[in-house]
């Protein structure tokens, strides 16, 4: 069974933190860029941060940018997204997504040709 599977969501107060993890099962993510998406409710999903395959490159939407860290550990088939000083604006379903690549390229924090979809785990910011 192939499949991405979030953890670490959880209630937190604003200004906390909390490690948001992606693991892949069934598949190693070494060839994959992973993107980060979250949905609020009554909201579209947006994108967060994205990773390239082997992590040269990094990008971050502007609402989390200084914040959130996104980061890999190919070894452990995982790839963490590092979430400070929260906001209630932050509360979403946090979900990762994979797509396959052939070489190492610049990632995109898009929607198009995923290959893989979590399931999301959802994080609420509230005091």
């Known amino acids: 069974q192939l499949q991405l599977v979030e953890s670490g969501g959880g209630l937190v107060q604003p200004g906390g933190s909390l490690r948001l993890s992606c693991a892949a099962s069934g598949f190693t993510l070494d060839h994959y860029a992973i993107v980060w998406f979250r949905q609020a409710p009554g909201k579209e999903r947006e994108g967060v941060s994205c990773i390239s395959a082997m992590g040269t490159s990094t990008n971050y939407a502007d609402s989390v940018k200084g914040r959130f860290t996104i980061s890999r550990d190919n070894a452990k088939n995982t790839v963490y997204l590092q979430m400070n000083s929260l906001k209630p604006e932050d509360t979403a379903k946090y979900y990762c997504?994979?797509?396959?690549?052939?070489?190492?390229?610049?990632?995109?924090?898009?929607?198009?040709?995923?290959?893989?979809w979590g399931e999301g785990t959802l994080v609420t910011v509230s005091s």
């Open positions: 997504a994979a797509v396959r690549v052939w070489v190492e390229v610049m990632c995109k924090i898009a929607e198009n040709g995923m290959d893989y």
